[in-house]
């Protein structure tokens, strides 16, 4: 029943190599969204999916970042050739919608990545 | 690019009432103010949220100005569990026509015995 869970909780990689985030959304929440925090510091969108489709991409830092959703359900977000500026926590959350004028947004307990 | 301003930390005795202030001053007007905190190593949780009238639920009050530019989120018993940093949010249009909420870096709330 549950509420959005992401996976792996942690991850330790080396620089150079690439890596793949989980998120799964709660289930007929058809928008979900991919945040970033760094240490001390607030949540950076990244990148929000409608259904399948992600209509804005300007949030993500570089080309080494991309993201993909199927079945209006999971998510997956794959960084490229790591960088150690890329450590943070990676927060996904789902809500009912993204448009209307309310919807409250439920996050996962993040992925903490941390490039040596 | 949040559309709001928080002070970046406060702190509260337990028992007492804490205040977290929060500018809003773009909002539009037909967009509602959110308040989401976050516990240390937690995803943030949603607190409440309101358009114009004052809101009350079970973890806290919203007072919001009548000219909407600012809002007042208020734990009237503060405990040491509320211990975390307050988020005052507002919506950013982003493509596709939908409105993403935006987060700033929130106040730090302390609570001490």
């Known amino acids: 029943g549950a509420g959005v869970s992401q996976s792996p909780s942690n991850k330790v990689t080396e620089k150079g190599k690439d890596v793949e985030l989980r998120c799964d959304p709660i289930?007929?929440?058809?928008?979900l969204y991919w945040y970033r925090q760094r240490l001390g510091q607030g949540l950076e969108f990244l990148i929000y999916?409608?259904?399948?489709?992600?209509?804005?991409k300007s949030g993500l830092p570089s080309d080494r970042f991309s993201a993909e959703r199927t079945g209006e359900s999971v998510s997956t977000l794959t960084i490229q050739r790591t960088q150690q500026e890329d450590s943070a926590v990676y927060l996904c959350?789902?809500?009912?919608?993204?448009?209307?004028?309310?919807?409250?947004?439920?996050f996962g307990p993040g992925t903490r990545l941390t490039v040596l | 690019d949040a559309k709001t301003t928080q002070p970046p930390s406060m702190d509260c005795a337990e028992g007492r009432a804490a205040n977290l202030p929060c500018n809003h001053s773009?909002?539009?007007?037909?967009?509602?103010v959110y308040w989401y905190r976050q516990i240390h190593s937690q995803g943030p949780q949603y607190i409440i949220h309101?358009?114009?009238n004052n809101e009350t639920n079970e973890m806290a009050s919203l007072i919001i100005t009548e000219d909407r530019k600012s809002s007042t989120l208020i734990l009237p018993h503060a405990t040491l569990r509320d211990t975390a940093v307050y988020y005052c949010?507002?919506?950013?249009?982003?493509?596709?026509?939908?409105?993403?909420?935006?987060f700033g870096r929130g106040t730090s709330l302390i609570v001490h015995p």
């Open positions: 309101g358009l114009k």
């Open positions: 949010i507002v919506r950013v249009p982003r493509g596709g026509g939908s409105y993403i909420p935006t």
């Open positions: 999916f409608q259904g399948n489709s992600a209509p804005d």
């Open positions: 773009t909002i539009s007007g037909n967009e509602y």
């Open positions: 959350a789902s809500s009912l919608g993204a448009s209307g004028l309310y919807n409250e947004q439920f």
């Open positions: 289930s007929g929440h058809t928008a």
